[in-house]
């Protein structure tokens, strides 16, 4: 209960420092580059619900969030562009817009896409990998392959997705935020990523502290003995692993209205192992911990990407990555909550072991 309410405390305080950020903060950039970080926050919950908790390492999740981003981007290119047909259609040789484009041209109809596109793909796909019991390294590279064959299907279509460049050029959903004059705007916008982060961290807190979340770290510890304790294991993990694609999807969404496009290179597969970079250095199976990671890992690679170590701030993320899972299996969270303290107790131990070993000298 304790550790509980630490966690609550901690994002409470995160929380609150970007509440007041767009107004303490001067650069639009800068804002923009906070709301960012929040929706990477969304996708690394989401990640961590299905790794941290039920222990299964998705290498795709960038699949569900460029689905999401896609079902924004779509919609806002068409609301920019009158409803008329965008350049790279035209490129293609289309004449009228396609089928699919067609529900986009309605906000409730896009915003349902969001969800129910990813959500769907990862129903079916969960569907037929849990039925078959596959797991582990075998999850992770089916996960893997899916990612890189969406991949190739969005650049090869270029004339219906945008191909390499993807789709570009348009406004977020209260306009342009670009400019002190569209301050109001980007505040805006803001807002509903935090309101949409709190969210999303409540439920997954409300998820992972029910009867269900301790069922999935069953999963994870003792899957074999969950299923013959009379638990439809496949079930449980169907259902997490389509929330997980769900919650991305959103993240995608948010995240198109501040970077102003959305390209098939935030579906490769090295982007989605970034997400898990950002779990594992955080702390998964902790809620806290994906967002502190997401946060950390992101503001490094904005301060060190520019600048003298612009030529090896990657190495400098991998070097933090591969330290934090030889010697800190907990991340930011295990070393602040377990390795910290198990120090201080050592050393205020050590004292009095010293004066017992005089005494029986």
């Not at 901690?10 to 950039?29: D, E, K, N, Q």
């Not at 035209?90 to 089928?99: C, E, M, N």
């Not at 079916?124 to 078959?132: D, L, N, T």
């Not at 997954?204 to 638990?231: C, M, P, Q």
């Amino acid at each position: 209960m304790r550790r509980l309410k630490g966690n609550h405390i901690c994002f409470t305080v995160i929380a609150v420092m970007l509440a007041c950020s767009p107004f303490l903060v001067g650069s639009s950039s800068m804002v923009q580059f906070l709301g960012k970080c929040m929706c990477y926050s969304i996708v690394a919950i989401a990640l961590d619900l299905i790794w941290g908790y039920t222990g299964m390492l998705s290498l795709g999740h960038g699949i569900y969030f460029c689905l999401g981003g896609y079902a924004m981007a779509m919609y806002l290119r068409l609301r920019d562009n009158g409803g008329a047909l965008t350049d790279f259609m035209q490129t293609g040789g289309l004449t009228k817009l396609p089928f699919f484009w067609k529900p986009f041209l309605s906000f409730p109809l896009a915003m349902l896409l969001v969800i129910l596109v990813p959500g769907v793909l990862a129903a079916v796909i969960g569907y037929f990998v849990f039925r078959s019991r596959i797991k582990g390294v075998y999850f992770s590279i089916i996960t893997q392959a899916l990612t890189w064959a969406a991949y190739s299907l969005f650049i090869a279509n270029s004339k219906y997705t945008g191909g390499n460049n993807g789709i570009t050029d348009f406004t977020s959903v209260f306009g342009s935020t670009r400019g002190v004059a569209n301050r109001g705007h980007l505040t805006a916008m803001f807002f509903v990523a935090l309101a949409a982060l709190v969210l999303v961290y409540l439920l997954a807190s409300w998820l992972v502290n029910s009867k269900f979340g301790k069922l999935l770290i069953a999963i994870r510890d003792g899957e074999n003995r969950t299923f013959f304790s009379g638990y439809c294991v496949n079930q449980y993990k169907n259902f997490i692993y389509t929330l997980s694609a769900v919650l991305a999807g959103i993240g995608g969404a948010l995240f198109v209205n501040f970077n102003g496009s959305i390209t098939p290179s935030q579906m490769t597969i090295a982007y989605s192992i970034t997400m898990v970079v950002w779990v594992a250095v955080g702390g998964r199976g902790t809620v806290i911990g994906a967002v502190i990671g997401a946060f950390f890992i992101n503001l490094c690679e904005y301060n060190l990407s520019s600048g003298a170590l612009a030529g090896i701030w990657q190495y400098i993320v991998g070097a933090i990555f591969g330290v934090t899972i030889l010697f800190f299996k907990g991340g930011i969270v295990g070393i602040v909550k377990e390795q910290i303290p198990a120090l201080f107790a050592r050393l205020q131990s050590a004292p009095a072991a010293e004066k017992e070993k005089k005494e029986a000298a």
